[in-house]
């Protein structure tokens, strides 16, 4: 997926919503080694040695401490679109 002229990255990250949201979470498991709360419904990823969470149902992702925090509010642009792709 290439970013042209008068697009956004949040025209990517919609992208990849869309993308990762049908999917089944055990195929999206095995490709990326990331982990799957059921009940929950999120995925849980490791990224630089945090753990990123990303809701399919509510296109969020979060962290659970402040480097994570770091990760997904100061360096957005990079973290939040790779952990999507």
């Avoid at 990250?13 to 990326?32: F, G, K, M, N, Y």
């Avoid at 402040?66 to 509010?73: I, P, R, S, V």
């Amino acid at each position: 997926m290439l970013i042209g002229e008068g697009q956004e990255w949040s025209d990517g990250e919609e992208q990849a919503w869309e993308i990762l949201s049908p999917l089944a979470s055990a195929d999206v498991c095995h490709r990326t080694k990331a982990g799957f709360d059921e009940l929950a419904g999120h995925y849980i990823l490791p990224l630089f040695n945090e753990r990123i969470f990303l809701s399919p149902k509510d296109k969020h992702i979060w962290g659970d401490s402040k480097a994570a925090d770091f990760l997904l509010n100061e360096l957005s642009q990079y973290s939040r679109f790779s952990a999507l792709w």
